[in-house]
């Protein structure tokens, strides 16, 4: 049996509320507001929100994440990061994640030490299993996943979120920007602003649940939509050949496979995952 909301929630509040001071690393997606959120509520000032902000946020997220601390009273700052300022990172091998993660706690980790706090993430039970080096960057620094100690994976996070009113409970599966770039292709702010701008045309035409993937050092954009969704754009595949070109693509291609989180795994040799 899935174990009560009520139940999974009373043991997060407890988790959090055994910390002195927290900063929480918000990216405004399901988990981290979750996290967000309930040590707001458990330790008022003591935890704060920290968006980290640089080329690979969407304009969207950022405001969204805003927005959402805002509306719950949730002390927020945003931290400009410097991972495209590091050859590692820019390389775009398979340990990227761990080049983002390292920058993100190399600026949070002074203002953490000054405040006395500790670093948590919103890593959920389900993100265990997938192709997540910046996890190993997490646990060098000492960063905390208050989720996987009490017990929630993706769909408890869901529920729990809805149960409080949060905005984020339905709130599609987002990454950074940069996940959309092929590995081995290097990740440049230019590149990174023409994959936001195609991925807001698609939305335009209808699509919130969208990924345009780069390949071939940024020549080719291969548009993902789920998989019920794809007959409906190819009858649009002129509006969106149209749109994804504007953005700076020579190519458009749409996967017929259809929308899965993880896809560009495939090419480290590691299954992608469905994303329902």
């Not at 969407?58 to 400009?80: K, L, Q, S, T």
Request: glycine share 8%; charged share 25%; aromatic share 4%.
């Amino acid at each position: 049996m899935e174990p009560a909301v009520d139940t999974l929630l009373a043991a997060l509040r407890e988790r959090l509320r055994s910390e002195q001071r927290l900063f929480v690393a918000f990216s405004g997606g399901v988990d981290s507001a979750l996290v967000a959120a309930v040590a707001a509520e458990e330790l008022g000032d003591r935890a704060v929100a920290v968006t980290a902000v640089s080329a690979s946020l969407p304009r969207a997220e950022r405001a969204a994440a805003r927005d959402f601390a805002r509306g719950r009273g949730i002390a927020h700052v945003e931290v400009d990061t410097d991972e495209l300022d590091r050859p590692e990172y820019v390389a775009n091998a398979g340990d990227r994640c761990y080049h983002c993660k390292s920058a993100l706690f190399d600026a949070l980790a002074p203002l953490a030490t000054l405040a006395g706090a500790r670093i948590a993430l919103g890593t959920n039970l389900d993100d265990l299993g997938d192709h997540r080096p910046g996890q190993r960057a997490a646990a060098a620094r000492g960063a905390i996943s208050p989720l996987v100690d009490t017990g929630f994976g993706k769909a408890e996070v869901r529920r729990v979120s809805e149960a409080m009113g949060l905005a984020t409970a339905h709130k599609p599966a987002a990454a950074c920007l940069a996940s959309r770039v092929a590995y081995g292709d290097p990740v440049t702010p230019e590149l990174l602003r023409r994959i936001e701008l195609a991925e807001m045309a698609v939305r335009e035409l209808g699509f919130p649940v969208c990924r345009v993937r780069a390949h071939a050092d940024g020549a080719v954009a291969r548009i993902e939509v789920p998989a019920g969704e794809v007959p409906r754009a190819a009858e649009l595949r002129e509006a969106l050949d149209a749109g994804v070109r504007a953005a700076g693509f020579d190519f458009c291609a749409l996967d017929l496979q259809g929308f899965a989180s993880g896809r560009m795994n495939v090419l480290l040799g590691m299954p992608a995952r469905a994303t329902p």
